[in-house]
């Protein structure tokens, strides 16, 4: 059984530092890519950043772009999320979610997702 | 960046009737997913590829479209189908989601 389960979250001021952690298991974690995904209090589904199954590949959002920073521990089944200059706008439920691809590769989707953890920027 | 806008925002169906959500992209995607999230737990995954349910999705729902214009339809709505549907596009980056239509019980 698939299961994500993140860690981290908690109450931090602006401009302070976080660091989010997803521990993996039921699966292969090193042959899958993963993402942060986050929900504002009574918003949408903001996506955050991704990062490819060795780490060759790296995105972010423009909203987060030299703030955070993604990363992954194959060897620990953990993937993380280095937040910084968190403002109040980063306030949301962090989730974290794995990517899976059709046969194919014209596709990918995010097929587990974990609980989340909340994150809330506030002095 | 695709914006993804949904439609309706919010929407009320009665037990069996027939219950249509639409996802419009600002340029042309390949492919459409569809994520169901109920109050207070994670997103999951509903539709994906455009058409195909993921595991346990019941087959009154259904997937469709292309290019611009993407559609969830449930064939004869239930109680336990209420939720917050979201659209994402597939296929480029950043992951972009629609801003979700909650389907309520009329």
């Known amino acids: 059984e698939v299961q994500l389960v993140e860690s981290g979250g908690g109450l931090v001021q602006p401009g302070r530092s976080l660091k989010l952690s997803c521990l993996a298991s039921g699966f292969t974690f090193s042959n899958y890519g993963m993402n942060w995904i986050r929900q504002a209090p009574g918003k949408g589904l903001e996506w955050v950043a991704s990062i490819s199954s060795s780490s060759s590949y790296i995105y972010y959002a423009d909203t987060v772009k030299g703030r955070f920073t993604i990363s992954r521990d194959n060897a620990k089944n953990t993937l993380y999320l280095q937040m910084t200059s968190l403002r109040s706008e980063d306030t949301a439920l962090y989730y974290c979610?794995?990517?899976?691809?059709?046969?194919?590769?014209?596709?990918?989707?995010?097929?587990?997702w974990g609980p989340g953890t909340m994150v809330t920027v506030s002095s | 960046d695709i914006v993804l806008t949904q439609s309706p925002t919010t929407m009320a169906a009665s037990p069996g009737e027939k219950v249509t959500l639409t996802c419009r992209a600002s340029s042309s995607v390949s492919y459409m997913n569809w994520y169901q999230q109920k109050p207070g737990a994670s997103p999951k995954l509903w539709i994906y590829g455009t058409s195909k349910l993921a595991s346990g999705v019941p087959n009154r729902f259904s997937g469709s479209g292309s290019g611009t214009s993407y559609s969830l339809i449930i064939s004869s709505m239930e109680t336990e189908d209420i939720a917050t549907y979201y659209c994402?596009?597939?296929?480029?980056?950043?992951?972009?989601f629609g801003a979700g239509t909650k389907l309520e019980l009329k």
């Open positions: 994402q596009q597939c296929c480029s980056t950043p992951n972009t």
């Open positions: 979610a794995k990517r899976s691809r059709d046969s194919y590769a014209l596709y990918w989707y995010f097929d587990f």
